[in-house]
């Protein structure tokens, strides 16, 4: 399929749509930003943050919005499992702002993860049925660990989303560049309307990251996403992977799932076993996720944001076009483990590794000027 056929299954109303949840985003943010300060929903600076200002988290719950309504004016009939999507997501995402309120249990964080994404295999039935690829066996079929192995993934990766979530842009620019990569990958799998639905939350995103980025007329974020925001788009997410890779009628291969997602999980996965082997909760909060090692290094947080979400779209498109090439599936999975153990030998020793990426940042600014991005 050529790239005209390809975005030929998109029209006018496709780019009015994701133009729709873009200004909707956008034009909201700033409305709102006086009523979460008085409601008190903003957070403080202090301990390991970056910010110094109180900021309001209300990102993620006004990128609901968008994208709701985006699927009441654009979507003629909403199926049955776009109506159980959207309770879901609202509940994920007033437990988040509680949660950045009142700094819940993250047993009942996870409890509420859970259930959302029961809702969605019993009553959407979306679930990880076949993982033909993944092992290279013909008919790996899951049975009954079908829930279970759902339930693991969609939790894993909201909770990869939201311990990433740490410095300016750079949760919301991993998630556009898993979903824009979605959209490619449903659009080769002639999903056009699946397309359409994932570039419009891109839009929404996009609205968001105009004022969560720093740029020449801001210094600062003027919003974050807030754990609503983490927990609905990582929602998004895994659920998007798991529709697309499940689809006998328009199969996109299961290797590619972690791929579109690679730094958010690397980070996740290493830091929650060096924890666990340290004697300490997983959910243990510290200062060695990769994003603080470039911070500590001296990069920006715009250098951050940009260069882990060029990263991300260098690896899901490598991934991508290796599985068109036809490498065997399971070696795609292999390379994922084997960068996940580069990662954490890299990772290992912190003062090590930051004096690696600062003398990296040393060699980039004896080639080019170091732009102003802070």
Not at 245 to 259: C, D, M, Y
Request: aromatic fraction near 10%.
């Amino acid at each position: 399929m050529d790239w005209l056929k390809m975005l030929g299954q998109l029209d006018g109303m496709s780019a009015v749509r994701v133009l729709a949840t873009f200004a909707i985003t956008a034009l909201l943010i700033p409305l709102c930003l006086p009523l979460a300060q008085k409601l008190g929903l903003y957070d403080l600076p202090g301990g390991r943050k970056q910010h110094e200002q109180p900021t309001p988290y209300i990102g993620g719950a006004l990128i609901l919005v968008a994208v709701a309504a985006g699927l009441f004016l654009f979507e003629r009939d909403l199926s049955h499992a776009n109506i159980v999507f959207c309770f879901c997501a609202l509940v994920l995402v007033v437990v988040g702002l509680l949660d950045d309120r009142y700094d819940l249990s993250w047993r009942l964080r996870i409890a509420v993860q859970v259930l959302a994404t029961l809702a969605m295999v019993y009553f959407a039935d979306i679930r990880v049925q076949n993982l033909d690829d993944v092992f290279g066996v013909d008919k790996m079929y899951l049975g009954w660990l079908a829930v279970p192995f759902t339930v693991f993934i969609v939790v894993g990766v909201i909770n990869a989303l939201n311990m990433i979530d740490g410095s300016d842009g750079l949760a919301a620019g991993q998630v556009m560049v898993s979903l824009l990569l979605f959209a490619g990958f449903a659009l080769y799998a002639g999903n056009g309307p699946v397309a359409e639905r994932l570039l419009a939350i891109a839009g929404a995103v996009a609205g968001f990251l105009i004022w969560n980025l720093r740029l020449p007329w801001q210094s600062r974020a003027r919003v974050f996403l807030g754990n609503a925001g983490s927990m609905l788009l990582g929602f998004v997410i895994a659920l998007s992977a798991v529709r697309l890779t499940q689809n006998s009628a328009h199969p996109v291969s299961p290797v590619l799932g972690p791929w579109t997602v690679a730094i958010p999980l690397l980070d996740c996965v290493v830091l929650m076993f060096r924890r666990a082997r340290q004697g300490r909760s997983p959910f243990s909060a510290d200062r060695n996720h990769l994003h603080h090692y470039l911070l500590d290094a001296g990069y920006s947080a715009n250098q951050v944001a940009w260069g882990l979400a060029g990263l991300s779209l260098i690896l899901g498109s490598t991934a991508a076009i290796a599985v068109k090439l036809g490498v065997h599936r399971p070696y795609v999975v292999l390379a994922f483990f084997v960068l996940l153990g580069v990662h954490y030998a890299f990772s290992a020793d912190r003062d090590r590794a930051v004096a690696w990426l600062a003398r990296g940042r040393q060699r980039l600014l004896s080639i080019k000027p170091d732009p102003e991005a802070a």
